[in-house]
């Protein structure tokens, strides 16, 4: 057997290389989510957790210690990128609830004066 072949996953046929490409992905669709909710772009935000959340599901957990750890530092990673996915998106809720109070309060100013 070669190097390379000891080096397959026989059950999802992956080697390190490719279980390690997935999840700079996932950290890479976690930055452009992260980019996406700075710029308030919500459909664009979507698609991506969308795009990121099929990539997780697909990926394979490793089998040996080493890139267990390596996974958990993702893991780590991802999670404070999501953390401040997070924290821009309450800020953009609570600016959109106060812009719907603002036009309800105006309608409602209107409708009193027109009548």
Known sequence: MHDFEANIDPQTNDTPQNLALDWEQVIELSEQMLQTTQAEDWDKLEQIEEERRTLIYASTPPSDAEGRAEVLQVIQKILELDRQVIA??????????????SLRIGARARNAYYG
Not at 88 to 101: H, N, P, S, T
């Open 88 to 101: 821009l998106c309450e800020k953009g809720q609570q600016a959109l609830a106060e812009k719907i109070r």
